[in-house]
């Protein structure tokens, strides 16, 4: 079967030529795929303002029925396929990926995955670190090696106020505790920076954990799904957070970690640590964007701000061999044209149209 392709003079080219000749796929901006994230559930303990605010996802929300989720060999048979394809790195999600039971079973078949020229998957996951201290061990047994907690702030009223649902920035701390115990290195935290609500916290979020080992990554408030009420005023771009973490604990830039890499460094001058800033919003990164999504109950999406994704469960569950599994991935990212943050500004058609929510394919 011949696939299209972004240049018409490779039409003819099958797609096991493409990945035996160890080309690296390219979308139609020349961007290889390289990054999975993988959603293992839309569910979570957590209501979020800026992600599941409550009055959206209430209690009779519906969530997906546990027949509609990929089982973990579903998942894994996707993540081959994938690192056949030219995937290094899978990142773990949700919704809350550590309410899905048993999920070190998940991690361990992963962890074994090898690229095509025998070297490790880079994997690692993003929690809410509220079941961390409970499973941190178990993960890492299993062969994860970095982990990501969301914290939005270390004050007590503003994160339980942020997470709405009170649950304590204490417990969270525990979590990140234990998977440095455990082992995880770098332990990252992700803070969600929204101006009036936690803006305030920023410096005391540099301050606790500077010295510690872990990174805190300030993430732009984005306007992602239709339900958390974003507009261009509640976001704190990047250059403010640097300047004021600058003002306190000089910084010294060290730029991102890899040209497809979300964050961009700066380390601190007295040798403390780092941070990240990740600037989806003031300063988007489009170009370098090497990252596809799995939802939950098997779509993929070529964007985090897409407005539907390709079922690809459907075709498995009817017998798809893993040739045309890789055929039907490789013709999708082939066709890529995702640039969505770029357009922001824009009064596009991209921009007009509904979009997933984020606690569905995972951030
Ligand atoms: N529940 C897990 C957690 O919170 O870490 C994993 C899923 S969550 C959707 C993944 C990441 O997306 C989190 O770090 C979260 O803070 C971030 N996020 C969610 N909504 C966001 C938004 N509107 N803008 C920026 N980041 C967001
Ligand atoms: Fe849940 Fe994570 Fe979304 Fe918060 S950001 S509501 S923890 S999925
Ligand atoms: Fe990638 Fe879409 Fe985000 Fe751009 S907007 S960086 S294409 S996920």
Known sequence: ????????????????????????????????????????????????VYCMPKEVFGRDYAFLPRRELLSFEEIERVARAFVGLGVEKIRLTGGEPLLRKDLEFLVERLAALRTPLGKDVDLTLTTNGSLLSRKAGALRDAGLKRVSVSLDSIDEAVFQRMNGVGFPAALVLEGIEAAQR????????????????????????????????VEVRYIEFMDVGTSNGWNMESVVPSSAVVRCIDEAYPLVPTGRENPSATSVRYRYADGQGEIGVISSVSQPFCGDCTRLRLSADGRLYTCLFASHGLDIRAPMRNGDSDDALRRRVADLWMRRADRYSEQRGENSAARRLPKVEMSFIGG
């Open 1 to 48: 079967m011949e696939v299209s392709v972004a240049d018409p003079a490779e039409r003819t080219l099958r797609i096991p030529d493409v990945v035996t000749a160890g080309m690296p796929l390219r979308d139609t901006r020349m961007r290889p795929l390289r990054d999975l994230r993988i959603s293992v559930t839309d569910r979570c303990n957590f209501r979020c």
């Open 182 to 213: 455990a082992g995880f290195a770098p332990v990252k935290v992700n803070m969600v920076v929204k101006r009036g609500v936690n803006d305030a916290q920023i410096l005391p979020m540099a301050r606790h954990f500077r010295g510690t080992g």
